[in-house]
Nanobody, 119 residues
Framework: QVQLVESGGGLVQAGGSLRLSCAAS????????MGWHRQAPGKQRELVAS???????TYISSAGGRFTISRDNAKNTVYLQMANLKPEDTAVYYC?????????????WGQGTQVTVSS
């Protein structure tokens, strides 16, 4: 099994920045892609950003260059740096991991961390 523990959420004003972190433990040899999904109230969960073990990155189109995902394989940790945050970025952000390169349907989930952007 793989355990994912997130940190770094919170309340920020529009235009501000936050960095989310997610540390993986357990059977980490199973992991290829890691990244983040989010779910806003009344909306479906969506994939925000992912990075494979080889460094291939993908982003949701609405990130618009505001989000940067990175990964420290030595620490088994993935980060999401979010800048110029907008109220529509408000959501619960879930760390996710999978044994494939595609994070659209993860094998593992974190517990979620709330990000609230005030206008």
């Amino acid at each position: 099994q793989v355990q994912l523990v997130e940190s770094g959420g919170g309340l920020v004003q529009a235009g501000g920045s936050l960095r989310l972190s997610c540390a993986a433990s357990g059977s980490i040899f199973r992991i290829n892609a890691m990244g983040w999904h989010r779910q806003a109230p009344g909306k479906q969960r969506e994939l925000v950003a992912s990075v494979t073990s080889s460094g291939r990155m993908t982003y949701i189109s609405s990130a618009g260059g505001r989000f940067t995902i990175s990964r420290d394989n030595a620490k088994n940790t993935v980060y999401l740096q979010m800048a110029n945050l907008k109220p529509e970025d408000t959501a619960v952000y879930y760390c996710a991991a999978t044994s494939t390169i595609w994070l659209s349907n993860p094998d593992y989930w974190g517990q979620g961390t709330q990000v609230t952007v005030s206008s």
